[in-house]
């Protein structure tokens, strides 16, 4: 059995590099940090259904990284420089000045939004790895009552994806051994009507249990912190003072990945 860390852990440690990646702005960096994340997911995250929101938010990625290099060539401001391609010029209104569809495509435009799209989906990324490390319950469980509601609808919006996912894979399974045609209508209908069922059985199972957001929790098996939780938390806010602590940041849980596999060999 995989050592959980505490719920808030991995999500002070994204929540730094996303600052970091953000203030830096470099493509290089926020690759490398993916990488680090990537690492990090397939060391410590749990069998579980939240496990698997990385691989979900680094396929969202991907459509971002292409569909603002389609928006950057086709659509936006020019940048001059090296020509590549030449594509038809549509004629703007005057006061739509400035932005050109079509037109000259040149190697600083394309770098530039491809650049802008690889940090954009590297901070997505970074929050799908917080999102596939931490269980949603536990994290609801340690959240202070003052931020209580904002934690539950993260939650909610970080398990709707892998929520999603999972149930476009079964009933395209179930289609499957029906013999049915796949269709965009025979999929989303079944979607709608087992998330509305998911929604009332939640509902219901949480009124029967009298769930409420109370300022006296109870401490029936309360979750532990200890010395790795302080480490990555420690190495986090360290990056927000100095941004290329961001390296500290990053190594921190390999240290513990390393820790962990002498462990396990010994």
Not at 185 to 199: D, F, G, H, N, V
Not at 227 to 243: G, R, Y
Request: a positive charge.
């Amino acid at each position: 059995m995989k050592r959980m860390q505490h719920p808030l852990t991995w999500w002070i440690w994204s929540i730094a590099l996303a600052f970091e990646i953000t203030r830096l702005n470099n493509a290089w960096i926020s690759i490398v940090v993916v990488g680090v994340a990537f690492l990090v997911v397939r060391t410590f995250r749990e069998d579980a259904p939240w496990g698997k929101s990385f691989e979900s938010a680094f396929k969202l990625g991907l459509w971002i990284i292409a569909i603002r290099c389609i928006f950057g060539v086709l659509i936006g401001t020019p940048i001059p420089g090296t020509t590549l391609i030449k594509l038809p010029i549509l004629p703007l209104p005057q006061w739509m000045a400035g932005i050109r569809i079509g037109g000259a495509v040149t190697q600083e435009r394309l770098f530039s939004t491809f650049h802008e799209g690889v940090i954009l989906a590297a901070i997505l990324i970074i929050f799908g790895a917080a999102s596939s490390l931490t269980s949603p319950h536990r994290l609801l469980r340690v959240l202070p009552f003052a931020i209580y509601q904002f934690g539950l609808a993260l939650v909610i919006a970080t398990s709707l994806v892998p929520q999603m996912v999972r149930s476009i894979s079964r009933i395209k399974d179930a289609q499957y051994l029906r013999g049915q045609k796949l269709s965009l209508k025979r999929t989303l209908i079944p979607l709608l009507e087992e998330s509305l069922a998911r929604c009332l059985d939640l509902a219901a199972a949480m009124d029967s249990r009298g769930y409420g957001s109370l300022k006296t929790r109870s401490r029936y098996r309360p979750i532990s912190w200890n010395v790795s939780d302080t480490f990555i938390v420690l190495t986090a806010l360290l990056s927000f003072l100095n941004p290329y602590a961001l390296l500290i940041n990053c190594a921190a849980p390999l240290i513990l990945i390393r820790r962990k596999t002498m462990v396990s060999t010994s």
